[in-house]
């Protein structure tokens, strides 16, 4: 089937300008996480959403970042006024909370901002 | 807080070669433990994972068993081939949060 699909695979944007990233879980899947991948941090958790319950945001680096998840499917990540530091590899996993603890990784989005 | 240390990489091989990768945990309960692999532009994947203590994941030809005395959950294969090559990160899971939290990640190269 379908594995967790990320759009768009590279995105280059100029510093201070606002930045959307979608990822797309497996469909069932009611858990969501965002990760980010850098040279400097290794990799990081940034938020996870489950089912409808309050998002676990204790990852993100600032109020700069947000993320929504719409209809318990999709979810965006947004990253406004960006910044060079948060040129990154943003990781999107899904997991099927019926009792499994493995999460599903996308290919991720290469974020480059000049 | 809880934390994943492992071994700072490269590691390079000769193809046929024994392969270790250290891996130690800090953590406040008893969390499942995850080695993450991830191939030349592509994106993460699971390798083997354990939920408790003396439990041993494999697959693949890799094995890693989860120690509680040591805090530990060493990869280790007995024969790497060249296809291996790759960033191999480990990882653990608390129960109460669903999220991971890795390690800085070891590079693996293979050599015919």
């Known amino acids: 089937g379908a594995g967790v699909s990320q759009s768009p695979s590279n995105k280059v944007t100029e510093k201070g300008k606002d930045v959307e990233l979608r990822c797309d879980p497996i469909?069932?899947?009611?858990?969501l996480y965002w990760y980010r991948q850098s040279l400097g941090q290794g990799l990081e958790f940034l938020i996870y959403?489950?089912?409808?319950?309050?998002?676990?945001k204790s990852g993100l680096p600032s109020d700069r970042f947000s993320a929504e998840r719409t209809g318990g499917s999709v979810s965006t990540l947004t990253i406004q006024r960006t910044q060079q530091e948060d040129s990154a590899v943003y990781l999107c996993?899904?997991?099927?909370?019926?009792?499994?603890?493995?999460?599903?990784f996308g290919p991720g989005t290469r974020l480059l901002v000049l | 807080g809880d934390s994943v240390t492992q071994m700072e990489g490269p590691v390079t091989l000769s193809e046929e070669a024994f392969l270790t990768i250290n891996c130690t945990y800090t953590?406040?309960?008893?969390?499942?433990l995850f080695w993450y692999v991830q191939y030349p532009g592509e994106g993460l994947q699971l390798l083997l994972k354990?939920?408790?203590?003396?439990d041993k994941g494999s697959n693949k030809g890799f094995e890693a068993t989860y120690r509680k005395e040591t805090t530990s959950f060493h990869l280790e294969k007995g024969s790497v081939q060249v296809s291996d090559s790759a960033v191999y990160f480990c990882a653990l899971m608390m129960d109460s949060s669903y999220k991971l939290i890795f390690g800085s990640g070891t590079r693996l190269l293979v050599r015919p």
């Open positions: 959403f489950q089912g409808n319950s309050a998002p676990d």
């Open positions: 469909s069932g899947h009611t858990a």
């Open positions: 354990a939920t408790k203590a003396d």
């Open positions: 953590a406040t309960g008893y969390p499942s």
């Open positions: 996993a899904s997991r099927d909370t019926g009792g499994a603890e493995t999460q599903y």
